[in-house]
């Protein structure tokens, strides 16, 4: 259950600070978002990412924990990546319109 709980938290954390970015906002979106919901995204983001830390460090302990947590981190960041390469590739062979 832990591992499944701090890989949503990653998740949730990595989309969260990508949102935040200007170039993602402007891709996705087609402009960039206010500088206040720019600002939650990035403080949602980060406390995902540090509840995550938290769960796993209280689950196995700071040596153990902190390799989880890299692992975790490694794997969610590299599905948000490609989640948006496969995003700006669906919209580049969309047809724009006139």
Same mark, same amino acid.
């Given at each position: 259950?832990?591992? $499944?709980?701090?890989? *949503? &938290? ?5 989309? @969260? !600070?990508? =949102?935040? #970015? ?28 540090? $509840?995550?830390?938290? *769960? &796993? ?5 700071? @040596? !153990?924990? =902190?390799? #989880? ?30």
């Amino acid at each position: 259950m832990s591992h $499944l709980l701090t890989f *949503v &938290l990653c998740l949730v954390g990595f989309t @969260g !600070l990508a =949102l935040a #970015m200007d170039r993602q906002q402007h891709d996705l979106i087609g402009r960039s978002l206010p500088g206040s919901a720019t600002l939650a995204l990035r403080i949602a983001g980060t406390c995902a990412l540090l $509840l995550a830390l938290g *769960v &796993l460090v209280a689950w196995r302990g700071w @040596g !153990l924990g =902190l390799v #989880m947590f890299s692992g975790h981190t490694s794997l969610t960041a590299g599905i948000v990546h490609c989640t948006l390469i496969g995003c700006m590739r669906g919209y580049a062979r969309s047809p724009k319109p006139r």
